[in-house]
Structure formats: structure tokens, C-alpha cells
């Protein structure tokens, strides 16, 4: 959609996005794909909790000791071994790099107490 208006005497047109449609769940077609819904807060809540329960598995902690240390691209690798897929690897290196964060931060705050 695009929309004109005037600006210091000359027309000026802007693209402006009209709101996503939710898909069909057809397999073809403008809107196809999954219908799927947002992650509500007990979902986030249950998988946070197994997660401090349970811990990391073992390449999750290889993954956090190579954050570390500094070793990015060799981390990356190792997850990618594991998981399959490169977009798949970002996102866990991501999530390991955001938990050191946070511990560091932690570990911090209780050193100043």
C-alpha cells in the first residue's frame, strides 16, 4: 500500500506495511503455513524451571567453556555438529552467551554484597 502526501511543495510516497494476515494452514496460497499460537507465560515458566532442575547437557557446558575462553567460531562449530543446522547453532550459542552473561552478572552482584 502506498500512501502520498505533500512535503515542502513536492509529493512524497511512503510504503507502509499492511498487518500480516494469519496463516490458513493450507499448504498453498497467500496466508499458507502452520497455525500456531504465542508461548503463554506457563510454557516459558515449565521450561525454565526443567532447565534449573535439570542443568545443561554435556555440549551445552563445552559450548559455555569455549564463550569463555573466547573461541566463538569453534563454538559455533560444536553446536552446529550437534544440533544440524547453522541457523540452529546461532541461536544456541546465543542462548549460551546470554546464560554466561547473566551468571557473570550474578556472580557479581553477590561479590559486591
Known amino acids: ?51 534449573k532442575v535439570a542443568g545443561f547437557a554435556p555440549y551445552e557446558k563445552r559450548i559455555t567453556e569455549l564463550l569463555k575462553v573466547g573461541k566463538d567460531k569453534l563454538a559455533l562449530k560444536v553446536a552446529k555438529r550437534k544440533l544440524g543446522t547453522h541457523k540452529r547453532a546461532k541461536k544456541k550459542r546465543e542462548e549460551m552467551s546470554s546464560v554466561l552473561r547473566k551468571t557473570r552478572a550474578g556472580g557479581v552482584r553477590e561479590k559486591k554484597k
Open 1 to 51: 500500500m502506498k500512501v502520498s502526501y505533500f512535503q515542502c511543495g513536492a509529493v512524497s510516497s511512503v510504503n507502509v506495511m499492511a498487518p500480516k494476515q494469519p496463516n490458513t494452514g493450507l499448504f498453498v496460497g497467500l496466508n499458507r503455513g502452520h497455525i500456531v499460537t504465542k508461548k503463554d507465560k506457563r510454557v516459558s515458566f515449565v521450561r525454565s524451571l526443567i532447565r
